[in-house]
């Protein structure tokens, strides 16, 4: 992940990886041409949370939502800091800045303590 908003092959199929999806290379093509409407071969970051959610769900819902969440939970505190955010978007490659991932938690922080919890993360992947 670059930061431009999209996921090439290559981005995709790690980032698919870090979420315990082991795809193989048609399977992740695929992917991308399900959700690539200009013919670029990219998708961009919200098909892509969407087709997580999806496959996360297909699978076992709430174990599955639970398991990414304690991706981004190293430090085992229950909550998804600004930290722990920064950790996975530089694992990624992404180089946000710290407004652009405080802007991501305050997206989807329902209780507005500056973190994202459990509830509030399986609301994000199961939202429609």
């Known amino acids: 992940m670059n930061g431009d908003g999209y996921l090439d092959y290559h981005e995709l ?16 093509l695929n992917v991308i041409d399900e959700y690539d409407t200009d013919n ?27 398991r990414a ?4 939970d190293d430090d085992e505190t229950g909550k998804i ?4 955010l920064r950790r996975v978007a530089k694992e990624l490659g992404e180089n946000l800045t710290d407004d652009e991932l405080r802007a991501m938690i305050d997206e989807f922080d329902l209780d507005e303590d500056g973190e994202i919890n459990e509830e509030e993360f399986i609301n994000i992947c199961t939202e429609n």
Not at 13 to 28: I, N, Q, T, Y
Not at 69 to 72: E, S
């Open 13 to 28: 199929k790690v980032a698919l990886r870090a979420l315990g999806f082991d795809m193989s290379k048609r399977e992740v």
């Open 40 to 66: 670029r071969k990219l998708i961009n970051y919200e098909d892509f949370f969407q087709y997580v959610g999806n496959k996360i769900i297909e699978r076992d819902p709430i174990d599955e939502i639970r």
């Open 69 to 72: 969440f304690r991706l981004f």
């Open 81 to 84: 800091s600004l930290r722990n």
